[in-house]
């Protein structure tokens, strides 16, 4: 059996590697899949404490979590496919007024 401190240690490293994915990267699809790492991140921390205290409303949570990312990475990736098409660029430093 695997300790749940070992699943929270693999959280922490993921939801790390999502934050420096959105502070140093420029490209708005990769600041995006950060985000998205981050969220699972924090589901993988959710399921694991609710694994150690053997309970399924974690789990419930999670499941709408997962529910409300994919809706996110929907609209998300229609407003950047927009704002790409209109600005030809999808760099964060470019797009950072939202001006007709």
């Not at 991140?41 to 990312?69: C, D, H, T």
């Amino acid at each position: 059996m695997v300790p749940t401190s070992y699943y929270v240690l693999l959280s922490a490293i993921l939801f790390t590697i999502g934050v420096l994915g959105v502070l140093l990267r420029r490209n708005a699809i990769v600041v995006f899949m950060a985000v998205e790492l981050m969220l699972n991140a924090a589901n993988l921390a959710l399921v694991a404490f609710a694994r150690e205290r053997l309970g399924v409303e974690a789990q419930v949570i999670v499941f709408f979590v997962i529910a409300v990312a994919a809706a996110e990475v929907a609209v998300g990736l229609a407003l950047l496919v927009s704002i790409f098409r209109t600005k030809r660029t999808a760099d964060v430093d470019e797009v950072s007024t939202l001006k007709g």
